[in-house]
């Protein structure tokens, strides 16, 4: 057998050097934030969603870094080394799902500017939809995030000869370190240079590749001949590992399930200023991503005609599929010293970087959608940010532990697909039911979402069983073990693989893997569309037409357009009064001033009129009182309710008064975003500012009206 080839000082120091790079980027837009930051709620917003100010390159950069890990490096060309080129037609559905990610999914979030995905589920059904969508989407990562750790630890004990486990744990604190100090902003720049890295050493790789087994027509001859390079496979059958049904549906669904409403990935649209940005961000996504994964399956059959001759699982040089990249690295180009490191240094910015991401969102879905959503708990802005470090410190000791079971469950590519899958097409048909389906209720998305996921459970985890219990087996393409002793001094005999007799095992426990999240898609949409027809659709008049996806929007009735941007509102009105609910809690409030009028105050708004008299402030209350019985209803304004002061209208559930601004105590505010602004005095008229549709109008109340400011104590 040839001598082992293990890291040298070069090799070392590049991982090194990857490793401190990404610690100091995180202590880097930590100390420059620092310096930078005006007040503690600004902190929070810049640490959680990097102030939504972000450039669409390096989010872009970011999204590549979401979707392609240390899975995809090393399991993409184990999967073309063993099963065939039939896979690269994946490239075909992720470009397709990237038109549809940008132009049907993305503009419903970008226009309601939500804090995570999951708002959106609260905003069309109820919080309770919001509720189990995050429990759902902590679930996958607790289980998913595992395998981020443990491939790039495989692939550098493999060249280097040290514990996986140790190096696991270095890799885990590292990302947890840099995650902990500079929150999102830290996540995507760390990422774009950790995704530049992953693209160089990959190209490196491939390059060397093609020298070492003489250029292209050997890949193309010897792919031929072992039937890696095969005609596209028509046949039906969704029991076939590869075939194009399998891939162009089973491929979009996963891929555009991931893309269009994960957390993850919502996170980051979202980080930039608006939708155009976004969907150029997308763009560039997508182009990124469909070039990595071609060059990770051509890396596939250069491997594969490297090794034709030579199987090194059948001849026992590695003990799982998912180590032949990195012994072919090593034996292909080991004698260049850096080469390995590089190699090593690629995957490890492609794990780090995605773990990060996941760090990161896990983060905002337990503090935005479960502490604060679902336990309705707020908390001062002062100590979110800690509170956040906490549940990333803690996510990551439990990823770190997850490990130990992920490394006894077989191929990673297969279990992380399946694993990620079970929540990916559960979320896409909820989603997808909400924004694309207008008469879809909540008792419909309730009722099919949770049917959806504990189905897709069964059919996923019963699948694996049947994988792993050697009930099922995928017909892997033949190997050779001819050439071991002429170049390994290896005498191997090759064993013929028994294929048992799958015709009693349930049909669902034997479909192909990739067909996991399209049944979980069909199952919530099934089950959902069902139950909202029995139990009874959603008016699809009164619906916003915001919540629904732009190419549906025109499907909608005329009277639904009466309704326009109250979703919007909604979301301003929350964080109307968590602000507010933060300046009452903090030291400021001292220095804030509260206008009140001394007789009826004319509030005007373009669709939803509303006149309410103020009381002046009484000397030991903090907010202005409304008089609820002086409340004029007009043009389907219904019913007022004393929510610390403001007008409540119950029918569009947005407010429609005149407000506190906790930003300029010396102005009145409007839910629709409407100023009333002091022209000087308070004695002086007050101008009333009203922005919409593109226009700013001006209009004045009554020029006499008695305004006394009340101090907040």
Known sequence: MEDEYYFTVVDYTLFVVLLFLSALTGVYIAFKHKLERKRKREDVKEYLTGNRDLKPFPVAMSLIASYISGVTMLGTPAEMYNFGAQYWLVVVAMSFSGAVVAFVYLPVFTKLRVSSSY???????????????SVFFLIDEILFLPTLVYVPSLALSQVSGVNHH??????????????????????????TWQTALMFVADIVIVVHGVVAVGGFKPIIDIGLEGERIQAIDFYPSMYKRYNIYVILIGGFTYWTSFNSCNQTMVQRYLSLPNDKQAQLSVGIFTFGVVFFISLCCFAGLVVYTFYHDCDPLTSGRIVKSDQILPLFVVES????SGMPGLFIAGVYGAGLSTLSVVLNSAAIVILEDLVQGAFHIRMKEEIVKPISKVIIFIVGVITYSMVFVIENLGGIFEVATILTSINAGTMFGLFSLGILIPWSNTKGAIVGSITGYVFTCIVAFGNKYATSAGLVLAPALPISVDGCYEKYDLNVTKEETEYPDESNVFPLFRLAYLWIAPVGLMSVITVGVITSLITGKTNVNTIDPDLISPVCQGFLPEAAKEY????????EHKRLLDRQANVAKSGRSRRSRI????????????????????????????????????LEKFHGFFGAE??????WDKHHNVLNSVVFNPKDPEMLVTTSGDQLI????????????LFGAGKQQESSLEKNMQVQTCGRT
């Open 166 to 191: 140790v190096v696991g744990i270095i890799s885990c604190a590292v990302c947890v370190f840099y995650t902990l100090l500079g929150g999102l902003r830290a996540v995507i720049y760390t990422d």
């Open 564 to 571: 326009a941007g109250t979703a919007v509102k909604k979301v």
């Open 678 to 689: 002091k022209d000087g005095d308070l004695n002086q008229k007050l101008g009333l500012k």
């Open 119 to 133: 708002e959106y589920l609260e905003l069309r059904f109820n919080e309770h939809l919001r509720t189990i969508a």
């Open 333 to 336: 180009s080991g004698y260049l």
């Open 595 to 630: 206008q009140c009028a001394t007789k009826t105050t004319s509030t005007y708004n373009d669709r939803y009129p509303s006149r309410a008299v103020l009381k002046p402030c009484p000397a030991d209350s903090s907010l202005p009182e409304i008089a609820k019985e002086d």
């Open 642 to 647: 004393d929510k610390h002061g403001y007008l």
